[in-house]
Structure formats: C-alpha cells, structure tokens
C-alpha cells in the first residue's frame, strides 16, 4: 500500500458589507482669488450607527456568516478623524464645482470587547460634485 498526500489551497471570494451613519463636525478654510480655489477640510466625524453584513472565518478557518445585529461589531463606532483638501471651480455667483480628496480614520475599535483582536479602520475616497449657494448675497 501506498499513501498519496495532496497539499493545496482554496480561494473563497465573498464581499463584505461595513456600513455607518455619521455626523461630521468639520472646520474648512478657503484661499485664493479669480474663479478656482484651494480648501482644507478637517474635524471629526461622529458615528451614529454601524453594522457589519458578511462572512468571518472561524477558529477553525470554516467560513461563518455575520448576520446584522451580531455581537462581534460595535453598533456605534464613537468618534473618527477627517481630513480633506478640495479644488473648486465658480460656474456661476450661485453654483461651484469641487473635487475633494479625503482620508477618515476610526479612533476607537469597531470590534466588541469580547472579541480576541482589535480591528480599526481607514477610508481613503474622492467626494465630487455642484454645489448651490442658497443665500449669497
């Protein structure tokens, strides 16, 4: 008799959900003279409410589903950190376009006390857009 041992892997691709509704606390500066100007943004972002939809591996690496409402995220995150710097472009007295580059931070762990790890997170994105002045005089 003989024994065979194959030694391989597995590639599982799942998409996780991590949502949240915030309030942000920012302070902004603008400068520069003619139709385009340069802003920064910063301040705080308070979370309101989080929840987590997906798949974890357990501890023995079998995939688990994460059901809304679990215990082993955080509901509300506590407070996180925002940094942005924008380019605008005046179209018009009332009317602008921007384009803000951004990195938020996660202070606190989005992980329940009674998990072993901790985990924290950071979002890098580009907020674009029109914006309308509603009473410029």
Known sequence: TSIVQNIGFKNKVEKNRHRSIDIPILLGYQFGRGTVKVGVNAGVIL????????????????????????????SKLGMGLYAGINVTKELSNDMQLFVEPYY????????????????????AGVLMGVRWSLNRK
């Open 47 to 74: 979370n309101v409410s989080s929840w987590y939809e997906g798949v974890m591996l357990d501890s023995s690496l079998a995939v688990v589903p994460v059901q809304k409402g679990s215990q082993i995220y955080k």
């Open 104 to 123: 938020k931070h996660s202070i606190d762990n989005i992980t329940s006390g009674s998990m072993p790890y901790q985990q924290k997170f950071g979002t």
